[in-house]
C-alpha cells in the first residue's frame, strides 16, 4: 500500500489547513488513514463507555482520521495489525 498523501514542511502543512475548512480538513483521509494514541483506562471510558477497565492500565486507542474511536486494546501493535487488517494507513500523530 502507497501513501498517497504527501505534505512537506510545517508550511505546507499549515497552508492546507487554512484552505480546508473545518468540515472538509476532518474527513482529509476518511476511510484511508488511522492512528494510534496511548491512553490511560481511565479516559477510556469516554470513548468506550461499555468497556469495564481496572484504573490505572496503558491502553491504545485506534482511531479514524477524523477522531472517531475504532478499537481499544492493549498493545500498539494490535491496534496498527487492525488498521492493517482494515486496509487503513497508520500515521503518528505527535
Known amino acids: 500500500m502507497t501513501n498517497e498523501f504527501q505534505i512537506t514542511g510545517p508550511a505546507t502543512g499549515a497552508a492546507l489547513a ?3 475548512t473545518p468540515e472538509a ?13 496511548s491512553i490511560r483506562s481511565e479516559d477510556a471510558a469516554e470513548m468506550f463507555p461499555q468497556a469495564r477497565l481496572a484504573p490505572g492500565l496503558q491502553l491504545f486507542t485506534l482511531h479514524a482520521a477524523d477522531g472517531t474511536p475504532i478499537m481499544l486494546t492493549d498493545s500498539r501493535e494490535a491496534a496498527i495489525a487492525s488498521a492493517a487488517q482494515n486496509e487503513l494507513v497508520t500515521l503518528s500523530v505527535h
Open 18 to 20: 487554512g484552505a480546508l
Open 25 to 37: 480538513f476532518a474527513s482529509l483521509g476518511d476511510g484511508h488513514i488511522a492512528y494510534v494514541r
